[in-house]
């Protein structure tokens, strides 16, 4: 008890301090008297009554300014009376606070029918430009105000299609009705009550931080284990190289002193043999492809994830391509099948654990070139990915999985003219207009689809359709916050202005002003990219001929891109119980077969053409093989 009337006048404190910011007038009425009956200290509330009483005026003086176009007056007022950590915390008051600038940069343009008095208008623009370069380069990242970037140095802003929104009524009364509303809850909001700050420090903040941090631990653990990987490679690769090394230089000395080497080079040079890794026990895979089709879902779900993590973790080489091989030889995914139920038919599950972990499983296998080879043998399986990746939600593992597969099917010619006879182009720009809700692999691996496509001619006449809209989401995608994008960007842009009626719609819209934005920011690879999209964009209707390549052969080799990204294993929602077996130890325990395994020597497949980096990407590739492989 002596505790609590210790510290009696704080708890009361608190109590009255939360009612009155919750609004609770009658409630706090009745507090106070019981209070006062009861001699209980109440400490008075600080500073309450007075802010509210110039909250009106303040705010009718900012509203007043702002439909008069008294810019200097509105942002004295604004820095006056609206915090400075809301002004500079706070994402709603900096979003808001940027179209006022362009509101007030623009007024004199909406209110003067269009002549306006150009000294007064060049000190506008010149004060947004000051603006932009200073505080609002904050934003200078952010894909809904990148265009705005552009705007001082377009002439006539008016008639851009970028900028034609602006001079509308309606935006202006939106904007207004947006600063209302901010102002009512800014100019009237109290501080945070101790009552609120102490329960969520010391609760459900607590939690959270719980959560987040075993989910990075969970994350941290996958990438140990992947650089483990990498490293052991390379120290595998460095201590055959110092071998390799050290006999060439016995070689040197001995041809110094005059002895034969020439066996001894030849032995150097030969191919040091790395070391022995085992082959993996082989499977029954009648057993397996019959659970794989009648077994419950759980057991379905644990099938599929062990065979990927086969693949995904078996050493590149003899080990994963005798693991590969007796998939396809056993045709474990009825690629070859006629039958009404297949292990295909799994990307159509009611489960949808089943539907992500066959979506994984295809992805791993359209990883490796020689399992593209194998899942494009199968003539409704591009049309059953095109559906999931329709009917899937887009923040969901499955879509993005199954994303992934058709982006690394874009590297074959025929499946690049199923896709864009089927559409797939449209759909892409249309999902790249809202880019808030993919996660970073969904949007690279999108972007990167959507340039191996438009590098057919086809391809190119499609983007030609639509050739404002396309050129629109490419203008936001280029100041785009992840930065890996970019080369894809870059060669989708290059691409497409090939065709002259698009290089007209990108001269009407300004897009050679917005590239040039990009430039004064750009990495030196980004500016040497976007200097050939501008003389691109600048070339003469004579060299246009676009050569149509719809009717070459539709050859079966393709660049060797054999990359295993560490996204294809990451966040698994499967997790084994007490008593369960996953992984390895479910197929060597329940699945263990005589002798499945068909080594065979694998096909030599095609290099790939290397470009110079300075030039916008004009081969397909994958996202996975461009940053690992291409850029070396």
Same mark, same amino acid.
């Given at each position: 008890?002596?505790?609590?009337? %210790?510290?009696? &006048? $704080?708890?009361?404190?608190?109590?009255?301090?939360?009612?009155?910011? &919750?609004?609770?007038?009658?409630?706090?009425?009745?507090?106070?008297?019981?209070?006062?009956?009861?001699?209980?200290?109440?400490?008075?509330?600080?500073?309450?009554?007075?802010?509210?009483?110039?909250?009106?005026?303040?705010?009718?003086?900012?509203?007043?300014?702002?439909?008069?176009?008294?810019?200097?007056?509105?942002?004295?007022?604004?820095?006056?009376?609206?915090?400075?950590?809301?002004?500079?915390?706070?994402?709603?008051?900096?979003?808001?606070?940027?179209?006022?600038?362009?509101?007030?940069?623009?007024?004199?343009?909406?209110?003067?029918?269009?002549?306006?008095?150009?000294?007064?208008?060049?000190?506008?623009?010149?004060?947004?430009?000051?603006?932009?370069?200073?505080?609002? %380069?904050?934003?200078?990242?952010?894909?809904?105000?990148?265009?705005?970037?552009?705007?001082?140095?377009?002439?006539?802003?008016?008639?851009?299609?970028?900028?034609? !929104?602006?001079?509308?009524?309606?935006?202006?009364?939106?904007? +207004?009705?947006?600063?209302?509303?901010?102002?009512?809850?800014?100019?009237?909001?109290?501080?945070?009550?101790?009552?609120?700050?102490?329960?969520?420090?010391?609760?459900?903040?607590?939690?959270?931080?719980?959560?987040?941090?075993?989910?990075?631990?969970?994350?941290?653990?996958?990438?140990?284990?992947?650089?483990?990987?990498?490293?052991?490679?390379?120290?595998?690769?460095?201590?055959?190289?110092?071998?390799?090394?050290?006999?060439?230089?016995?070689?040197?000395?001995?041809?110094? #002193?005059?002895? /034969?080497?020439?066996?001894?080079?030849?032995?150097?040079?030969?191919?040091?043999?790395?070391?022995?890794?085992?082959?993996?026990?082989?499977?029954?895979?009648?057993?397996?492809?019959?659970?794989?089709?009648?077994?419950?879902?759980?057991?379905?779900?644990?099938?599929?994830? %062990?065979?990927?993590?086969?693949?995904?973790?078996?050493?590149?080489?003899?080990?994963?391509?005798?693991?590969?091989?007796?998939?396809?030889?056993?045709?474990?995914?009825?690629?070859?099948?006629?039958?009404?139920?297949?292990?295909?038919?799994? =990307?159509?599950?009611?489960?949808?654990?089943?539907?992500?972990?066959?979506?994984?499983?295809?992805?791993?296998?359209?990883?490796?070139?020689?399992?593209?080879?194998?899942?494009?043998?199968?003539?409704?399986?591009?049309?059953?990915?095109?559906?999931?990746?329709?009917?899937?939600?887009?923040?969901? =593992?499955?879509?993005?999985?199954?994303?992934?597969?058709?982006?690394?099917?874009?590297?074959?010619? &025929?499946?690049?003219?199923?896709?864009?006879?089927?559409?797939?182009?449209?759909?892409?720009?249309?999902?790249?207009?809202?880019?808030?809700?993919?996660?970073?692999?969904?949007?690279?691996?999108?972007?990167?689809?959507?340039? #191996?496509?438009?590098?057919?001619?086809?391809?190119? +006449? /499609?983007?030609?359709?639509?050739?404002?809209?396309?050129?629109?989401?490419?203008?936001?995608?280029?100041?785009?916050?992840?930065?890996?994008?970019?080369?894809?960007?870059?060669?989708?842009?290059?691409?497409?202005?090939?065709?002259?009626?698009?290089?007209?719609?990108?001269?009407?819209?300004?897009?050679?002003?917005?590239?040039?934005?990009?430039?004064?920011?750009?990495?030196?690879?980004?500016?040497?990219?976007? $200097?050939?999209?501008?003389?691109?964009? #600048?070339?003469?209707?004579?060299?246009?001929?676009?050569?149509?390549?719809?009717?070459?052969? !539709?050859?079966?080799?393709?660049?060797?891109?054999?990359?295993?990204?560490?996204?294809?294993?990451?966040?698994?929602?499967?997790?084994?119980?007490?008593?369960?077996?996953?992984?390895?130890?479910?197929?060597?325990?329940?699945?263990?077969?005589?002798?499945?395994?068909?080594?065979?020597?694998?096909?030599?497949?095609?290099?790939?053409?290397?470009?110079?980096?300075?030039?916008?990407?004009?081969?397909?590739?994958?996202?996975?093989?461009?940053?690992?492989?291409? =850029?070396?």
């Amino acid at each position: 008890m002596g505790d609590v009337l %210790a510290y009696e &006048a $704080e708890l009361l404190g608190l109590v009255r301090e939360y009612l009155d910011f &919750a609004e609770f007038e009658e409630t706090v009425k009745v507090f106070t008297k019981e209070c006062k009956i009861k001699g209980k200290p109440l400490p008075k509330p600080v500073g309450v009554s007075s802010r509210d009483s110039k909250a009106l005026p303040v705010q009718k003086d900012l509203l007043t300014a702002f439909e008069n176009g008294e810019q200097k007056v509105f942002f004295q007022l604004w820095e006056e009376h609206i915090p400075s950590s809301v002004r500079d915390n706070e994402p709603v008051a900096q979003k808001l606070e940027f179209y006022l600038h362009i509101h007030f940069a623009t007024y004199l343009l909406k209110h003067s029918m269009g002549k306006p008095d150009k000294a007064a208008l060049e000190e506008r623009i010149s004060c947004f430009k000051v603006y932009l370069e200073t505080k609002g %380069a904050a934003l200078s990242q952010t894909t809904e105000f990148l265009p705005f970037y552009a705007l001082p140095f377009v002439p006539n802003p008016m008639v851009h299609p970028s900028f034609k !929104e602006l001079f509308q009524d309606s935006w202006t009364l939106d904007l +207004k009705t947006r600063l209302e509303k901010f102002l009512s809850l800014t100019l009237k909001a109290r501080q945070t009550p101790q009552l609120l700050t102490l329960f969520k420090e010391n609760g459900q903040c607590n939690k959270e931080m719980l959560q987040h941090l075993h989910q990075q631990l969970v994350e941290s653990e996958h990438r140990t284990m992947t650089y483990l990987k990498r490293f052991n490679k390379m120290q595998a690769d460095y201590h055959n190289l110092i071998g390799v090394t050290a006999e060439l230089v016995d070689s040197l000395e001995a041809t110094v #002193n005059g002895k /034969m080497a020439s066996t001894m080079l030849r032995a150097s040079l030969a191919p040091v043999k790395m070391q022995d890794v085992p082959l993996l026990p082989s499977l029954d895979y009648e057993k397996l492809k019959k659970d794989l089709i009648t077994g419950n879902d759980r057991l379905k779900a644990f099938l599929l994830q %062990a065979l990927r993590w086969r693949l995904t973790t078996s050493y590149p080489g003899e080990q994963r391509d005798t693991v590969l091989q007796a998939y396809i030889s056993n045709d474990l995914l009825d690629c070859h099948s006629d039958r009404q139920r297949s292990v295909l038919k799994l =990307l159509h599950s009611k489960s949808e654990v089943v539907r992500q972990y066959m979506a994984r499983l295809i992805n791993a296998f359209a990883s490796l070139a020689e399992g593209r080879v194998y899942l494009s043998q199968n003539p409704m399986l591009l049309r059953m990915l095109e559906e999931r990746l329709k009917a899937e939600d887009k923040d969901s =593992l499955t879509w993005e999985n199954v994303l992934g597969a058709l982006q690394k099917f874009s590297l074959r010619r &025929a499946l690049q003219s199923a896709m864009i006879k089927d559409g797939l182009i449209f759909w892409l720009v249309d999902v790249l207009t809202d880019t808030e809700c993919l996660s970073d692999y969904t949007l690279e691996y999108s972007v990167a689809l959507l340039m #191996n496509l438009c590098l057919r001619s086809a391809g190119k +006449k /499609m983007c030609a359709r639509i050739a404002n809209h396309v050129l629109k989401v490419l203008s936001d995608l280029l100041g785009h916050e992840n930065h890996e994008i970019q080369p894809y960007v870059n060669g989708t842009l290059y691409s497409i202005l090939a065709i002259p009626s698009v290089r007209e719609e990108a001269r009407a819209m300004g897009m050679e002003e917005i590239l040039r934005c990009f430039i004064k920011e750009g990495n030196a690879e980004m500016i040497r990219q976007i $200097e050939f999209i501008i003389k691109q964009l #600048n070339s003469e209707p004579l060299n246009d001929s676009i050569v149509s390549d719809d009717e070459e052969e !539709e050859e079966d080799e393709e660049d060797d891109h054999d990359i295993m990204e560490a996204d294809l294993d990451k966040d698994e929602v499967l997790q084994p119980q007490l008593g369960e077996l996953a992984g390895e130890k479910l197929l060597t325990t329940e699945y263990l077969g005589i002798m499945t395994h068909t080594p065979k020597t694998k096909k030599k497949l095609f290099p790939g053409v290397h470009q110079s980096v300075d030039e916008p990407l004009q081969r397909p590739v994958t996202p996975g093989y461009h940053r690992t492989v291409y =850029l070396m």
